[in-house]
Nanobody, 117 residues
Framework: QVQLVESGGGLVQAGGSLRLSCDGSGSSLAFSVMGWYRQTPGNQRELAAAIVGGGITNYADSVKGRFSISRDKAMKTSYLQMNSLKPEDTAVYYC???????????WGQGTQVTVSS
């Protein structure tokens, strides 16, 4: 069973930085897609950033130029470097992975990111 452990959330002032990590285990296969979604109360979960095996990345317009997603060579751990944080980045951030071949998807438990003004 795949398990995802997130770390790195917390409280930061506007303009500051945080780095989130998602450590995946329980799969003999590398994840084909790794990403980070975020959710605020009363709203749907939205994609912040994603990366696929070839290293191609995708970002929400609201975070382009400020966030950077990366992963280790084994495609088991992903990182989200968040710079120039804004109060509107405040959300619960969820790690997401998908197994190859359109396989199952898994979510982390979520980590709170709070940006104070």
């Amino acid at each position: 069973q795949v398990q995802l452990v997130e770390s790195g959330g917390g409280l930061v002032q506007a303009g500051g930085s945080l780095r989130l990590s998602c450590d995946g285990s329980g799969s003999s296969l590398a994840f084909s897609v790794m990403g980070w979604y975020r959710q605020t109360p009363g709203n749907q979960r939205e994609l912040a950033a994603a990366i696929v095996g070839g290293g191609i990345t995708n970002y929400a317009d609201s975070v382009k130029g400020r966030f950077s997603i990366s992963r280790d060579k084994a495609m088991k751990t992903s990182y989200l470097q968040m710079n120039s944080l804004k109060p509107e980045d405040t959300a619960v951030y969820y790690c997401y992975v998908r197994l190859p071949g359109g396989g199952k998807e898994y979510w982390g438990q979520g980590t709170q990111v709070t940006v104070s003004s």
